[in-house]
């Protein structure tokens, strides 16, 4: 029998109760022995649930379920890098507890201090939910690419931005519009910020270049930029150069060092990830010997995340052990990042005044940046007197573009600040 005790009974944790119970006789043959819900913890014990809790001990204390005898397993189903979701964590690897955990942000920021505390008490950390919930991208790239080098991974990881996008290029919906479609769906947290900002992005983007790369996960440099500022203008530009716009985070280790970007990008139609739509996730993974590798599905969700929970239970009653990110902690390598000494190619959607000279103008200081243009693109005159303006660029220095944009934003023929995304080949 292993017995688990659960902290956190919200959307995931009532899902991974009902997940236990539903499917109980096959976990068990397939785990090699029953897997009993021991102990649980929230904090409103009175809160009606969407689980069955009978015959389960309540523990005010999510920080206390680590010290009571009997219990193998602590499931962390909280969230946040900080406060009780790390104390439960702590105390549960410190206490020689297995560690289950769907907490990407948590990870984030001290899945390594996780991982040598694992270790050092001789017990798995797990964490597949806190990636692309049911996707076992985790385990596919710790175990099923364990032999590759990998080249990059790429993802769209967050539902609710993919959704919105989706949506402002099919429906033709402002930014504000889809986002009140994906609030009236349940798509979105009640502070949507760190979603539509990058940041939940960025955290798993930080834990898959971690795995891909053996280094420790750096939040720090991931550059990050979110959606906000897309229109459907560029839902329609996109579509003039046969691309769609996803939120995708990207990482690779190049000569440069550990390049690691979230932002809206310009990804081409005959790419896979551009047909993910709608809340879904996918993640594409390149192996120098497995080659491209692309995985999609519900990246959240009670029932997409509760199964990724549970494969890491049946794992640990398996006696399963892996180390956290793939190579014990101390070999985990700290990689240089890249930050923006990389080359890409980008799309800059620029408002302009209808002036003669201004499209010269422009052209000047991408001469002066060394960037050169592969196409631009101009839509009808506007009632305002300016006019949407695309230029997009062959291969440029990231920095060198980011200096030509504050720059053309400078001109007085220039409405706003031009529009910067990347376009990944
Ligand atoms: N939702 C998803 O689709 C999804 C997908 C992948 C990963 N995740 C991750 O899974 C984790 C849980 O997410 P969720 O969506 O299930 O969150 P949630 O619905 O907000 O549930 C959080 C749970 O934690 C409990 N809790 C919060 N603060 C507490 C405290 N101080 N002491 C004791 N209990 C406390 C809450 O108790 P009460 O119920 O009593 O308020 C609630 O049961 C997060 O790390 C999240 O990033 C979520």
């Known amino acids: 029998m292993l017995n688990i005790a659960i902290a956190g009974l919200g959307i995931v944790g009532a899902g991974v109760v009902r997940l236990l119970r539903q499917n109980a006789e096959l976990i068990a043959a397939r785990a090699g022995q029953p897997v009993a819900i021991k102990a649980v913890s929230g904090r409103d014990k009175n809160k009606k649930r969407d689980c069955d809790l009978s015959s389960v001990d309540w523990i005010d204390d999510p920080r206390k379920l680590a010290s009571m005898p009997g219990i193998d397993v602590v499931i962390e189903l909280i969230g946040g890098a900080e406060g009780v979701a790390r104390e439960v964590a702590e105390n549960a690897l410190k206490a020689g ?3 289950v955990t769907a907490n990407k942000a948590l990870l984030a920021a001290h ?3 996780l991982a040598r505390m694992a270790e050092s008490n001789k017990v798995q950390l797990s964490f597949e939910a806190a990636v692309a919930g049911g996707i076992p991208i985790i385990k596919t790239m710790r175990e099923g690419l364990a032999g590759n080098r990998v080249v990059s991974v790429q993802g769209i990881l967050n539902g609710t931005c993919n959704y919105i996008l989706t949506r402002m290029g099919e429906a033709g919906l402002s930014f504000e519009e889809a986002l009140r479609e994906a609030q009236q769906r349940g798509y979105t947290e009640a502070d949507p910020s760190a979603d539509i900002d990058g940041h939940d992005t960025a955290n798993k983007l930080a834990l898959l270049a971690a795995l891909a790369f053996g280094a420790e996960p750096d939040l720090a440099s991931v550059q990050i930029e979110g959606i906000r500022r897309i229109t459907p203008l560029d839902l329609q530009f996109a579509h003039d150069l046969d691309c769609r716009v996803k939120l995708l985070g990207v990482a690779r280790l190049t000569s440069a060092g550990l390049e690691q970007h979230v932002g809206p990008t310009l990804v081409p139609q005959t790419s896979p990830l551009a047909q993910i739509d709608g809340a879904l996730n996918a993640v594409l993974v390149r192996g120098d010997f497995a080659g491209d590798l692309m ?5 959240a969700g009670a029932e997409p995340t509760a199964s990724a929970v549970v494969a890491d239970i049946i ?3 398996r006696g399963h052990r892996v180390p956290a990110f793939g190579v014990p902690a101390a070999q985990l390598k700290k990689l240089t990042p890249a930050h ?5 190619r980008y799309y800059m959607r620029m408002q302009v005044m209808d002036k003669p000279g201004v499209v010269a103008d422009i052209s000047a200081i991408l001469r002066d940046e060394a960037i050169s243009i592969e196409s631009l693109l101009q839509r009808g005159k506007s009632a305002t007197e300016s006019v949407p303006v695309v230029i997009t ?13 504050d720059k053309i934003a400078g001109l007085a023929t220039i409405v706003e600040r031009p529009c910067l995304l990347q376009i990944e080949d």
């Open 315 to 317: 794992d640990l009653a």
């Open 111 to 113: 899945g390594v201090a």
């Open 97 to 99: 507890k297995h560690l």
């Open 295 to 299: 995985l999609e599905g519900a990246g």
């Open 340 to 344: 923006a000494t990389y080359t890409a």
């Open 393 to 405: 660029t062959h291969g440029a220095n990231a920095k060198s573009m980011r200096k030509a944009v």
